[in-house]
């Protein structure tokens, strides 16, 4: 699909414009002209001769366009699940104007061709942008670092064996060593593999209650203090992926506290749902790391609200319905999240547990700092990537309806507030909902 923009100018008018880059909340009309924000503010006047295409932003919110730094697209090797064309779409349509995409593909991302080769993909079949990220060990196997240098040439914006955690803390503090040369962030994904053995879902009350094997709090928390230490010990980036317990949370805050550079992120899911969906056996509740309890919900708000957590992210994990459609025991871990995690996300402003702007700041500067991409914001000059939402739409979730390829949710038949309405890519409208639903 072509990505370059092919319309002269557009017009947003009267919506409410948040930008946490400018420290902006109010409502102006913003001025997109050849994939550039030209102009931001009140009661713009273009000049008579410009041909605009204009969007009327009354009663809705605009913002710099939304990044999500965790999904998973499946494409090469697993495209029954999503490719890179389908994970696209259903990025647009949930707000989403650049996401990042993990390296446990098939075969993995961990050099150089397979960057290449998403990239070019990524060239001809996306609406949107996408940054992909490279895997820390050959083959995501734990045994010898992937090629680094020649993948960070090649394009990749980060590097991470998400999925699995490198377990040999050795190589895993060379990993950090050598991201600080090349710039790139370390993602982690914070689970000890023996300590989770072959548990499914988080340990406790509920796991005895429904007879099905734990994964302790103490399987997440152990690898983030490793993590931390090993940053502090190499001064490279270190970033947690899906933080789920309310230790992890105060293990980066303490991290912080002393000036280590780490960062963070929470899923939708694991702000949304406790332990007790699990009840249900509906497969699509396994997710790694699992689902965990109230408290570790509050924590997570809390963290957000208090800037521990930098990031939300949806972890898009796109499974067929016959990788889910068997035994809790035998399915997969994920869910898709892409067309889900707004909402999900504006829910805790709607209840008052962030304000709209930290909310904001958290799916567009943060992430792309966090990244390393030059995106995230609104001024005049930057690439006018907007995200633009109706925050009084009601709405049912229907996963038939999706673009992804998988309908792996629990959110099927949710009944949300707020829905996004443009997606617009370098001032190219490439998702258009439904206005007034
Ligand atoms: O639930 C998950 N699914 N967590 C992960 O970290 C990986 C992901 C996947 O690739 O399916």
Request: aromatic letters at 6%; a negative charge.
């Amino acid at each position: 699909m072509e990505r370059k923009n092919t319309m002269n100018s557009l017009l947003i008018k009267g919506g409410r414009i948040v930008d946490p880059s400018q420290k902006m909340d109010q409502i102006a009309d913003l001025w997109i002209r050849s994939g550039k924000v030209e102009a931001i503010g009140p009661q713009l006047q273009i000049p008579p001769h410009e041909t605009v295409e204009r969007i009327d932003a009354s009663q809705l919110i605009v913002t710099p366009g939304w990044i999500d730094i965790h999904t998973h697209l499946r494409e090469p090797g697993g495209t029954h699940k999503e490719t890179i064309e389908t994970g696209a779409r259903a990025a647009a349509a949930g707000g989403f104007t650049s996401i990042a995409c993990m390296a446990n593909t098939q075969p993995v991302n961990d050099s150089s061709y397979i960057t290449t080769y998403i990239r070019q993909k990524v060239a001809m079949e996306s609406p949107i942008h996408i940054f992909p990220i490279g895997a820390v060990t050959k083959g995501l196997k734990g045994e010898e670092l992937a090629e680094i240098g020649s993948m960070r040439e090649a394009g990749i914006v980060a590097i991470s064996d998400d999925g699995k955690t490198v377990m040999n803390a050795y190589l895993f503090r060379k990993a950090l060593d050598y991201s600080r040369r090349f710039d790139l962030t370390v993602i982690s994904h914070a689970e000890d593999l023996n300590l989770k053995g072959l548990g499914v879902m988080n340990e406790g009350f509920n796991s005895a209650r429904f007879g099905l094997r734990g994964v302790p709090r103490a399987a997440e928390e152990v690898i983030v203090a490793r993590d931390i230490y090993l940053a502090e010990l190499t001064g490279a980036r270190l970033h947690v992926a899906h933080v789920s317990t309310a230790g992890s949370v105060a293990l980066i805050r303490e991290a912080k506290r002393r000036g280590i550079q780490v960062t963070a992120e929470v899923t939708p899911h694991h702000l949304t749902l406790t332990d007790e969906a699990v009840g249900t056996y509906d497969t699509n509740t396994k997710v790694a790391p699992p689902l965990r309890e109230q408290e570790d919900i509050e924590a997570l708000q809390e963290a957000v609200a208090d800037g521990t957590v930098d990031a939300l992210a949806s972890d898009h994990a796109p499974h067929s319905r016959e990788e889910k459609a068997v035994e809790y025991d035998q399915a997969e871990f994920g869910m898709v999240g892409l067309e889900t995690a707004f909402p999900l996300y504006y829910a805790k402003v709607l209840k008052n547990h962030w304000d709209l702007s930290k909310m904001v700041a958290a799916m567009t500067l943060k992430p792309a700092k966090i990244i390393g991409v030059k995106k995230g914001t609104l001024q005049v000059g930057a690439d006018a990537d907007v995200s633009i939402f109706d925050p009084a739409m009601e709405w049912i979730v229907d996963k038939t309806q999706f673009q992804s390829k998988s309908q792996n949710t629990p959110f099927h038949f949710w009944k949300m507030r707020g829905k996004p309405v443009y997606t617009i890519v370098e001032g190219r409208v490439v998702y258009r909902g439904a206005l007034n639903a």
